[in-house]
């Protein structure tokens, strides 16, 4: 069992309600994205990034890259937050999935280690090799963002 | 939240794009760009979505063409860096890129 689906994780959304995750563009937490071969089994119980089938190759780095959150903003009823394109240059990469989460959660509440956010299943292995390998997030509007509340 | 009771995310698409043995064109990444600034739904009332993407054209072809400066202007930096650092016949290379 691998992939199945994109996942908003269980533990992220209780962790919203204890304010433990701050997406502000220039304030904000930080948050990274780790890709996963298709070994891993990542879902909506997923609660923390682990290094378990994490993937490895030129020019990638275990953790994975640093993402740059777009701050967040509403449309009609829905609040929305959307992240920039994530790109390993010169990589030579085989990814089936990849894990957000945030290494500098607030644990003024709950305590937390790099806490997960979103379980991306990108349908199939990708593969870059000696080449870029980039992960394009969806339209930021309010049927599509990767992150919306409604 | 917009996900089903067992948390899965039903209606986000994430996309992954890769290259092998060179980098993402100007070409592609301008679609990316475009696809970030304009999307055109397909329930859209067929003059404006006509309209929508006549614009989309218009504006990818903007993207290409100021893409294509910038990768110039950064060749011609990387060429002086290069050319400061008695590296001449690879900046000549470049150049040539």
Same mark, same amino acid.
């Given at each position: ?48 990034? #682990? ?5 490895? =190759?030129?020019?990638? +780095?275990?953790?994975? %890259?640093?993402? $740059?959150? /777009?701050? !967040? &903003? ?41 806490? #997960? ?5 990108? =349908?199939?292995?990708? +593969?870059?090799?000696? %080449?870029?390998? $980039?992960? /394009?997030? !969806? &339209? ?11 | ?97």
């Amino acid at each position: 069992m691998a992939f199945s689906g994109n996942f908003m994780c269980t533990s992220f959304k209780k962790e919203l309600l204890y304010g433990a995750h701050d997406f502000d563009a220039s304030s904000g937490d930080t948050f990274k994205i780790a890709l996963y071969t298709s070994s891993a089994t990542l879902n909506a119980a997923t609660t923390a990034y #682990a290094t378990t089938n994490e993937v490895s =190759g030129t020019n990638y +780095t275990a953790g994975g %890259g640093t993402l $740059t959150p /777009v701050d !967040p &903003t509403s449309s009609g009823t829905t609040a929305l937050l959307d992240f920039v394109d994530e790109t390993w240059s010169s990589a030579t990469i085989t990814a089936r999935g990849a894990l957000i989460y945030n290494t500098t959660p607030n644990t003024t509440s709950i305590s937390l280690t790099n806490p #997960a956010v979103i379980v991306l299943d990108f =349908g199939g292995d990708k +593969t870059s090799t000696a %080449g870029d390998f $980039t992960v /394009v997030f !969806p &339209t930021a509007d309010a049927s599509n963002a990767i992150i919306r509340i409604a | 939240m917009n996900d089903s009771g067992l948390g899965k995310v039903p209606t986000f698409k994430v996309d992954v794009h890769t290259t092998n043995g060179r980098g993402f064109t100007p070409e592609e990444i301008a679609e990316r760009c475009a696809n970030k600034i304009i999307a055109i739904s397909d329930d859209a009332n067929p003059a404006i979505r006509a309209q929508a993407h006549a614009f989309r054209g218009e504006l990818l072809k903007t993207l290409v063409f100021y893409m294509r400066e910038a990768v110039k202007s950064d060749r011609t930096t990387v060429y002086n860096a290069l050319t400061d650092a008695g590296q001449t016949e690879l900046a000549k290379y470049i150049r040539r890129l």
